[in-house]
C-alpha cells in the first residue's frame, strides 16, 4: 500500500504533547475520579467516598498550578495545552464539585437548576478567557489579570461540602436545611454555587500571579 503523507501517524496526537500537558490530564483524571466517588456515595452511603471526592479535587487543583509552572519553566505552550487545560478545568471544577454538591443532597428540582447554570458559568468563563488571553497579554505572551474568578476557586465549595460531610450534615442534615416553592425544592446552601458562579461570569478583575 502506497504511502500516505497526509495520513495521520499512529500516536501522533500523544506525541505532540509537552511535559506540562501530562499534569494538565492528570487533573482531568482526578476530576473524573472524584465524579465516580460521588456517585459511589449516592449508591453506597460511605462517607469516605465523598471524603476521597474531595481528596481528588484538590490533587487536580495541584496538577492545575503546576501545568501552568512547568510550561513556563519549560517555556512550551501551544493551542492544545490551552484547550487540554481549559477542558480538564470544567470537569474538575465545574462539573465534579456539582455532582458532590448533588450527591450530599442538593437534588431539588431548584437544585439542579443552580448548579447547571455554575457549570455553565463556568464553561462560559473558560471559554472567554481562551477568547480574549491574546488581547490580555503583553509582548512576553503572559497574561496579568483574570476577569471573573477563576473556575478552580470552586475548591472552596469542595472544602465546604467536605467540612459538611464531617459534621454529618449532609442528606436531610444538610446545612441551612430546605425550602419548598410551589411543592419544590430548594437547599439554601446550593446559592454559594450561584454566587461562585455569578462571579465567574463576571466582569472583575483578578490579579493572575
Known amino acids: 500500500m502506497p504511502h500516505d503523507p497526509h495520513r495521520p501517524k ?15 490530564l492528570a487533573n482531568a483524571l482526578c476530576g473524573t475520579g472524584a465524579i465516580f466517588s460521588a456517585i459511589s456515595f449516592v449508591q453506597t452511603g460511605g462517607i469516605l467516598h465523598l471524603y476521597f471526592a474531595g481528596a481528588l479535587i484538590a490533587a487536580a487543583l495541584v496538577f492545575d498550578v503546576l501545568d501552568g509552572r512547568i510550561a513556563r519553566w519549560r517555556q512550551q505552550s501551544s493551542s492544545l495545552g490551552r484547550e487540554l487545560d481549559s477542558l480538564s478545568d470544567v470537569i474538575s471544577f465545574g462539573v465534579a464539585p456539582a455532582m458532590l454538591a448533588y450527591a450530599c443532597g442538593m437534588q431539588g428540582f431548584f437544585d439542579r437548576i443552580v448548579l447547571a ?45 467536605v467540612a459538611a460531610a464531617a459534621y454529618g450534615a449532609v442528606g436531610p442534615q444538610l446545612w441551612w436545611g430546605e425550602i419548598r416553592l410551589m411543592g419544590l425544592t430548594l437547599h439554601p446552601l446550593v446559592l454559594l454555587f450561584a454566587a461562585s458562579g455569578s462571579l465567574m461570569i463576571s466582569r472583575i478583575r483578578i490579579p493572575k500571579w
Not at 10 to 24: G, K, N, Q
Open 117 to 161: 447554570y455554575f457549570v455553565a458559568c463556568g464553561v462560559s468563563r473558560l471559554a472567554r478567557f481562551n477568547v480574549t488571553a491574546q488581547d490580555m497579554s503583553d509582548a512576553s505572551g503572559k497574561v496579568h489579570h483574570f476577569e471573573g474568578t477563576p473556575i478552580p476557586t470552586s475548591v472552596v465549595l469542595v472544602a465546604v461540602l
Open 10 to 24: 499512529p500516536f501522533s496526537m500523544i506525541r505532540e504533547f509537552h511535559l506540562a500537558d501530562w499534569f494538565t
